[in-house]
């Protein structure tokens, strides 16, 4: 990491200020450590203004940062900023172009009147891709999400702006992840105001829009979105959640990864129509062995892929919760051995009383169930998918055992106490 290429340096340094501008929103946790400021100082940092003597009136706010080339932009609130990174000027980055998208009046006026704060009806994006040469922007707009392109260049918005509902939330505090892929964009979010309604979605691309099963929560119970990537046929989301298949009396969050195939159609008309075939989902296990076992099990970030030693790996950064030792660690995750969790077994609960158990082998249907429809097969589409598989995955979207991390600890551990090895 110290010998990171100064794009990097100067991208590292953005995101601890914006991991400490995000402390304002109570339902963000708080950074997991701090940078001493005299190492920050060494980089550039970027205070929302074209010039040194223009001076910001409010603060950023800064919701996302996307680096095309040598160009970043940055997502923040009611402003979308331009930076070149071969322009920096001594301490202090400034913006090559500005463009202000703020909710109308009307929106405003309806968010106010359903109880929210001023300072929450604001237009804070959410999204910010890269698209076809422009970018792809989504706002919270003031609980009534828009999404619109725009110009990479000369910031313009082209078009009109489409709804954004299911692509971006409704509330700034939620987080929210999404990605093109096959000119599909995929997000996750919730698709509602009391943001109740989690989702993995696509949509505008060619292939029919498709979500995952509403309100059921053994899809889906309180997620917090975290990444997602593209690999193989799949498009994998990383996000942490309560875990449903504990009987425990209290609320145990665990740490997940959910795949679902890019080409995905929707199930039949009878089971999971316009919803996904191919979602399931598997406990990521970041823990430190020993007598009693130590588990990390709330996921903050991921690397993308990378490419090590011949292996496709991915990083993430985990903690454990805030009633228990403080502490945090980075485990890698092979992603081969990761999609290999997707072709074991399921988990199942046979009664609102029994505990989760294995399904037996033999009591899986066939095509096996969660698998994408392959071209020149009897099932070569996922309507095409018999109703016993379907109704199948829809109700066993968890896999039985969780992904290992690569050699079975933690790359990196802080923590308070030693733990027994
Ligand atoms: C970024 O750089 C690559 C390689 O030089 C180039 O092909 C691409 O068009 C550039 N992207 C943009 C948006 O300028
Ligand atoms: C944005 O651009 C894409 C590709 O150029 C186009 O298909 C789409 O209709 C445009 N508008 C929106 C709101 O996505
Ligand atoms: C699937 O196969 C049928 C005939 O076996 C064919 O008519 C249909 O177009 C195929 N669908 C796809 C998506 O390839
Ligand atoms: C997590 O990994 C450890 C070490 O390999 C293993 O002992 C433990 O059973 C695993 N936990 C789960 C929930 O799979």
Known sequence: MATAAPPVRLYL????????????????????NFVPSEVVRRYPVFLGRPHRTWLRQEPLHIQRVLQINRTLYIGA?????????????????????????ESNKNDIRICRMKGKHEDECRNFM???????????????????????NYTGDTLEMVGDPVSGMARCPYDP????VALFAEGNLFTATVTDFLAIDAVIYRSL???????????????????????AVEW??????????????????????VSRVARVCKRDLGGSQRVLEKQWTSFLKARLNCSVPGDSHFYFNLLHSTSPVIRMHGRDIILGVFSTPPNSIPGSAVCAFDMEQLAQVFEGRFKEQKSPESIWTPVPDELIPKPRPGGCAVQGSRFNSSNSFPDEMLNFVKTHPLMNEAVPSLGQRPWIVRTMVRLDE
């Open 173 to 176: 505090k939620h987080a929210n």
């Open 126 to 148: 959410k999204v910010l891709l890269s698209r076809r040469g422009g970018l792809f922007v989504c706002g919270t707009n003031a609980f009534n999400p828009l999404c619109a």
């Open 13 to 32: 340094a953005l995101c601890w200020l914006l991991r400490s501008a995000s402390t304002v929103f109570p339902e963000e946790p708080g950074p997991l």
């Open 232 to 253: 193989g046929p799949h498009i994998y989301f990383f996000f942490r959640e309560i875990a449903m298949e504990f009987n425990y009396l209290e609320k145990v969050v």
């Open 205 to 227: 691309g060619d292939s029919p829009a498709l979500r995952t099963v509403k309100h059921d929560s053994k899809w889906f119970r309180e997620p917090y979105f975290v990444s």
């Open 77 to 101: 609130r009611d402003d979308l900023f331009r930076v070149e990174l071969d322009i920096v000027a001594g301490d202090e980055m400034f913006y090559s172009k500005k463009r202000t998208w």
